[in-house]
């Protein structure tokens, strides 16, 4: 998953640090045993002017190297006692690819920029301290950027807890991007953690739909609800709710006809399954592989019916991540999970920070 963009990122991590010890002209600092701190990219400290160098003492060894009016001392790069002060110029070259990469991976433009501008807010400018090195210093950056566009997720679980039952998900999005095999696969993720599924087959406009969703919900011993091939879809979606109160059961899982947002019929009868159904959550299901494209149909669609959460299949396909790194911040809308092949369990609910330390081939 992933794995160009996270090969790209090593290659930009290593590139900062490179450069922002060549910079500083040092080599990185030991840790100091009696105080271990805590590198805070998300909360930067508030911003100081830089100290001024201290007078160079006879007592200081290595330091005095450091201290003399090197090319690299010029830069007005300071690294003492695990702090340093950076300026524009040191980082604007790894800025600049790091720019690159994330538009080649197929991260939005504006989501880029807005990377790229967290990275220098939280570089250029800012007294930092430093843990025991500077890579430290460059991945929790990095980590703080990424994940203030990855927004905050959505726990499914939590989301059903707090409603009254039952909870009713209506998936929507264009033709062949998983939204029958997410509807299966978020039966079973539900089932598995202890809550009741019913299926609606709301998909009653293409061939086999409905037997599509019914093969998969017998295998996995849920329920449907379907009418013949033609029929109305608020009209199944509607019986799948009414059988949902009369059976107590948590959750109605609706399944739809993929569908683009220009074709005005088909955005009309999701528009009525909406009044008919009244769903709790509307999630539009893309596929991670299509990239900007993905974004770019999931903002169309919330605006043309609107959505409340994204579920972003094929992520085991992707090797640029993109859509997942852009959809939530273009749309405003978080993801909940991402599809990870074609099996049942193929579904991981999407933690932001999960994602990005899988990025940064960091578990920390
Ligand atoms: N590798 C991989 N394949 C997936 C994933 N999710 C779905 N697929 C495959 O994508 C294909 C299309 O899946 P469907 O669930 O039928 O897509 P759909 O959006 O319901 O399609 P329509 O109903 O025709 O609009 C199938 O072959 C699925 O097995 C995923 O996360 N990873
Ligand atoms: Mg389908």
């Known amino acids: 998953m992933f794995d160009s963009l996270k090969k790209k990122l090593q290659n930009i991590r290593t590139k900062f640090t490179s450069n922002i010890e060549e910079a500083a002209g040092t080599e990185p600092v030991p840790p100091v045993a009696e105080e271990p701190e805590e590198v805070q990219a998300a909360e930067p400290e508030p911003s100081r002017p830089p100290q001024p160098e201290p007078p160079v003492s006879g007592e200081e060894g290595p330091e005095e190297e450091r201290e003399k009016p090197t090319f690299f001392n010029k830069m007005k790069v300071l690294v003492r006692e695990r702090e340093i002060f950076l300026r524009e110029k040191d980082v604007e070259e790894p800025l600049l690819e790091l720019e690159m990469v994330l538009l080649e991976n197929d991260v939005a ?43 905050e997720g959505l726990d499914l679980r939590d989301f059903i807890e707090g409603r009254e039952r039952p909870v009713k998900i209506l998936f929507t999005g264009v033709n062949g991007t998983g939204k029958t095999t997410t509807v299966a696969k978020v039966g079973h993720y539900l089932q598995k953690n202890g809550f009741s599924v019913v299926i609606g087959a709301g ?8 037997e599509q969703i019914r093969t998969h919900a017998d295998r996995l011993g849920i329920k449907t609800i379907q009418h013949q091939a033609g029929a109305d879809p608020s009209a199944v979606l509607f ?24 074709r005005a019929n088909l955005m009309n009868q999701l528009e009525k399954i909406r009044r008919v159904m009244k769903p709790d959550l509307v999630v539009y299901v893309d596929e991670a592989v299509a990239g900007n494209d993905a974004v770019i149909r999931a903002d169309e669609f919330n605006r043309a019916v609107g959505t409340d959460a ?10 640029k991540g993109g859509a997942a790194i852009s959809v939530a911040h273009t749309v405003g809308k978080p993801i909940l999970f991402l599809g990870t092949g074609q099996g049942y369990d193929d579904i991981m609910p999407f933690s932001p920070r999960v994602v990005v330390n899988e990025l940064l081939g960091d578990e920390s």
């Open 203 to 210: 998909d009653t406009f293409r061939a086999g739909a409905i």
């Open 109 to 151: 433009l504006p989501v880029t920029d807005e990377i790229i501008a967290r990275m220098r807010r939280d570089l250029v400018g800012q007294q930092r301290k430093i843990g025991s090195s500077v890579d430290d210093l460059v991945v929790a950056t990095l980590r703080s950027a990424l994940c203030g566009v990855l927004g």
């Open 239 to 262: 019986d799948a709710v009414q059988y949902a109160k009369a059976h107590e059961i948590d959750v109605v899982l609706a399944d739809t006809a993929g569908r683009f947002h220009n």
């Open 310 to 319: 994204v579920v972003l299949t094929k992520a085991d396909m992707d090797p």
